[in-house]
């Protein structure tokens, strides 16, 4: 029995915003309520600390199986932890691709053994994401799969698209794409635009992403299906998003936290600014940041990309894309989205919890009976984030010695503490 | 004083002040090229490293002549050789330098960045000998130390730059340094390959579509080279590219009747050049190879001659040749 | 650490009039003008050598002919220096073979700067002979250098710099003995 006392709870679900205690037992919420007590319980004290449902990542990757030097599923979902994810969906684009049940019921596995939080494996929607045949997508589903993607790249054609979401419509899963016209990508590695011009980097045309998306949600219209816009990052695809949410359509979006803090400008000849989609232009993030306030965008998620040492440390164009994430994913949207008043506390906390499950048909929700996974955190808290502290086995982020006011303070997952900042989960920390 | 320039990365972070300063000093290096003995003992007890990740012959010549005219030993590596093999790492190569420890290090490569991913691991000067499309930065001062001796200054001339500017770190570096100096940029090529964020990187650009509109004026034309071997697009015709861009004895009439042709080489003539231009008075593109040589010693002399920046000055007051 | 004047060595009235003394005697000992040719080491050298051609030009109305050489290339400090120091072109507009040429400088000291000069000088070509001519020697010699033709010779000690000002550079005229104060 775990009883937390005193925290501020924010559950977007029931709008409450109060002192209140919460009590778990087993691997489940007991109790939330004023003052409670409970003789037998640990007590972790939240005082000064926000108490939120668990956070769930609706994109990670954790290079399992396959890429294991990179990352396995033991150090990233320990690295989730301590970023306060409860949940994290991972893709998969590993090796073999995610794309059968055996693989699935691998990842599943290896998570309940050696994982800190819980893993909800993706599946691809092609075999070997390959964007020819469908995958085995009913089976995988049975294995363990909440949605499906052939994320590190687009679902290929049009035709097959439309087939996957004809098929997931009929399974109730949703579909995510990574939205991008391989043919204007071609070879780029970053946003096309001044800056690449500058540095003499091939550029990424803002319209690889927004033509896909287009495609994505005319498609969606024909089909009916839930569509997910993964790692959104262009006012055109918004714009897009915007018009489907307007015509009823249940399509949803997220946005990664570095493109809500950086921009193309920040680009320099460092490749932990090298990732995919781009980071993209002010006026991009700014609608980013809008969406994120008026509801347009559902979700912030990571899309953590570990890439072991050796292989980022290599010129700009050589060098994989991705970075880091799960640790700076709550401290870039407090100092980014709530200390700059752009959005409320409750409004940062859906979008690390009730948003992304929406997209997966789900609830989150701090209430009798509901699973206990619960997010503490503080609002003020200051810390440095350091990459080579991370439990991950990589340190690829932009944001290695960055300073911080605001960090997840305890993580709790079914009922138990898989982490806790430093001694005691309290505001001194 | 100028602060002493550690590296030479590209035009785009230095100051004008540095740059006429490289100019002027490149200046007793082109009286040198005509000395019957060319051979100082400026340098002698350095080396350096001559890193060419791409094929090169005249621009590695020109470093490697300069070198050793200054009295320096040179180290070759070479894509081709089994000193750099191909698709071998550029960490490992920047450790495999470090443990030859040179005193300078000029580096070709085709990745726009590769310099700053050396400079920045080791403690040796790096001189930029091109990198990918982003700077060649020995070759725009080489240009402009070639405008100056000709038309006797940089400040406020008409300068236009044809061809495939897009791939062309030539033309970027040219538009940084001229574009330092209150010049009038105009661009001109085949519509695909002058996008308009150029047009961001110097204070008065602007794209020409047509070239006869690009050479009115023109004080100094530079003509760029066709890049066959850096297009990711579809190819353009060649007829095409002749009709509409090649420089031709007639269109060079719509310039200045003093204007300067110049060309970083090599030439593809019959393509972006007609030979009778290419061979013409109001070509330089023999001064340019003699400029380079210039302009590359006086680089060379100031980068990698003089003892680390933290070694104790030696004025023991032994010699009265302060100055 | 500071300099401090110890005292003057030359006035303005005895630069010249050593100048004087000095221009007869290169003629004298050249044995007329022929081929001769006077060349100035940067800096102060230059103006030395211009005023000494311009009283031979006077006094013989011979026009010897006078070229700047810049020895910043061939001295062999340059490796322990931090900064390198800015060179400058030389000026010498007749051909250097089989030429007599005199070398004019302001002071001659450890003899590395003739050195240097005797360095560039041969790669310009084959001078028929080369004399020192220097306005002060002050001993301290650290290679075999000898001056034909001195101003005046000076004992000095290893912290003393002797500093020559000319108009031309200096904007003064005088030449005087300074000592280095910790």
């Known amino acids: 029995m775990l009883l937390i006392k005193n925290g501020r709870v924010l559950d977007p679900l029931s709008r409450t915003d109060a002192v209140l205690d919460v009590l778990l037992e087993g691997e489940r919420i007991a109790k939330v309520g004023a003052n409670l007590s409970a003789p037998d319980a640990e007590i972790l004290d939240a005082k000064g600390l926000i108490v939120a449902p668990g956070f769930i990542d609706l994109h990670c990757h954790l290079r399992e199986p396959g890429q294991e030097m990179s990352e396995t599923i033991e150090t990233g979902t320990r690295a989730a932890a301590r970023g306060g994810f409860t949940a994290v969906c991972c893709m998969p684009n590993t090796q073999p691709v995610n794309d059968r049940a055996s693989v699935t019921r691998g990842i599943v596995e290896r998570a309940a053994a050696a994982g800190s939080v819980r893993v909800w494996p993706i599946g691809a929607a092609s075999e070997g994401s ?8 009913a089976a995988m589903k049975d294995a363990g799969i909440v949605a499906v993607s052939d994320d590190g790249k687009p679902i290929a054609t ?7 979401m004809d098929y997931c419509l009929s399974l109730d899963l949703p579909v995510i794409d990574h939205c991008e016209d391989p043919s204007l990508f071609a070879g780029g590695v970053m946003r096309e635009g001044p800056t690449s011009m500058r540095l003499g980097l091939k550029g990424i045309p803002a319209q690889s992403e927004i033509i896909c998306a287009g495609r994505d949600v005319k498609l969606a219209a024909l089909t009916g299906a839930r569509l997910h816009i993964a790692h959104m990052s262009t006012v055109g695809s918004l714009e897009y998003v915007r018009f489907a949410k307007k015509s009823g359509m249940r399509v949803t979006c997220e946005v990664t936290p570095h493109h809500f803090t950086l921009t193309d400008e920040d680009v320099r000849y460092d490749t932990n600014y090298k990732m995919n989609p781009p980071l993209a232009s002010q006026a991009d993030r700014q609608a980013l940041v809008q969406g994120l306030a008026d509801g347009s965008v559902d979700a912030i998620a990571t899309d953590h990309a570990p890439h072991h040492p050796g292989s980022k440390d290599v ?22 989205l709530v200390h700059s008043d752009t959005i409320s506390l409750m409004r940062l906390v859906e979008l690390f919890t009730t948003g992304p499950a929406r997209v997966l048909g789900m609830e989150r929700k701090l209430a009798a009976g509901e699973p206990g996974d619960v997010t503490i955190f503080s609002n003020d808290y200051p810390w440095t984030f350091r990459a080579s502290d991370s439990p991950s086995k990589s340190r690829n982020t932009p944001f290695d010695g960055r300073a911080f006011r605001g960090a997840p303070m305890a993580t709790i997952v079914a009922g138990r503490i898989v982490y806790r900042r430093g001694a005691t989960a309290s505001a001194k920390g | 004083m100028l602060q002493r320039l550690e590296h030479l990365l590209g035009i785009e972070n230095l100051t004008r002040e540095q740059i006429t300063f490289i100019l002027d000093q490149s200046k007793p290096f082109q009286e040198f090229q005509r000395h019957p003995l060319k051979k100082l003992a400026t340098l002698r007890g350095k080396t350096v490293a001559l890193a060419f990740f791409e094929p090169s012959t005249r621009t590695r010549i020109s470093f490697a002549t300069a070198a050793a005219r200054l009295g320096a030993d040179t180290m070759n590596l070479q894509a081709e050789s089994s000193s750099l093999k191909k698709g071998e790492s550029l960490l490992d190569t920047v450790r495999t330098l470090e443990a030859m420890r040179p005193d300078g290090i000029v580096i070709r490569h085709s990745s726009s960045g590769a310099p700053h991913f050396v400079a920045a691991r080791l403690e040796v000067p790096v001189l930029n000998a091109g990198d990918g499309t982003h700077e060649h930065p020995t070759q725009a001062l080489l240009d402009a130390l070639t405008v100056r001796d000709r038309k006797g200054k940089l400040e406020g001339l008409n300068v236009s730059i044809l061809g495939d500017i897009l791939h062309s770190r030539v033309a970027r570096s040219d538009i940084q340094l001229f574009g330092k100096f209150g010049t009038r940029i105009t661009l001109c090529g085949p519509a695909m390959w002058v ?22 004026d023109a004080d ?4 760029l080279r066709v890049q066959t071997e850096r297009m990711h697009e ?24 003093e204007a300067v042709v110049l060309h970083p080489g090599p030439m593809i003539r019959g393509l972006e050049i007609d030979p009778r231009v290419a061979d013409g008075a109001q070509s330089c593109v023999l001064e340019q190879v003699t400029n380079g040589l210039a302009v590359r010693m006086a680089l060379l002399y100031h980068l990698v001659g003089g003892a680390p920046v933290d070694a104790p000055h030696p004025a023991k007051g032994r010699s009265n040749a302060a100055d | 650490m500071r300099v401090v004047e110890k005292r003057q060595l030359l006035s303005a009235e005895e630069i010249g009039r050593t100048l004087q003394r000095l221009a007869h005697e290169i003629v004298e000992k050249s044995g007329g003008t022929k081929d001769l040719a006077l060349i100035g080491v940067r800096r102060r050298g230059v103006p030395l050598s211009q005023r000494l051609a311009s009283i031979i030009r006077t006094s013989s109305s011979a026009n010897v002919p006078v070229g700047t050489l810049d020895i910043t290339l061939y001295r062999d400090d340059l490796s322990t220096v931090a900064q390198q120091p800015v060179v400058q072109s030389n000026e010498i507009e007749f051909p250097v073979d089989d030429r007599d040429i005199v070398l004019v400088d302001d002071v001659l000291y450890t003899g590395r ?28 010699r650290e290679l075999p250098v000898e001056a034909a033709f001195i101003g005046s010779t000076i004992q000095t000690s290893d912290t003393e710099i002797v500093e020559v000002r000319l108009q031309e550079i200096d904007g003064e005229e005088r030449v005087v003995l300074v000592d280095r104060v910790a």
Do not use: W, Y
Request: aromatic share 4%; hydrophobic share 45%.
């Open chain 2, 195 to 216: 996008p308009r964020e150029l047009e961001t990187l110097a204070p008065n650009i602007h794209r020409e579509a047509r070239i006869e509109r690009a050479l009115e």
């Open chain 1, 130 to 137: 390959q964007g020819e045949a469908l995958a085995e997508i």
């Open chain 1, 158 to 164: 049009a035709r097959l698209m439309r087939q996957v």
């Open chain 2, 234 to 257: 579809p190819a353009l015709a060649a007829e095409e590219f002749i009709l509409r861009h090649q420089l031709t004895p007639e269109r060079l009439k719509l310039a200045r009747p």
């Open chain 2, 220 to 223: 100094v034309i530079i003509v």
């Open chain 1, 315 to 336: 010129e700009f164009d050589r060098a994989p894309f991705g970075i880091t994430g799960f640790e700076t994913a709550l401290a870039l949207g407090l100092s980014g």
């Open chain 3, 113 to 140: 700067t003739v050195r240097a000069a005797m360095n560039g000088l041969f790669d310009l070509g084959r001078p028929r002979r080369i004399r020192l001519c220097v306005l002060i020697d002050r001993g301290h």
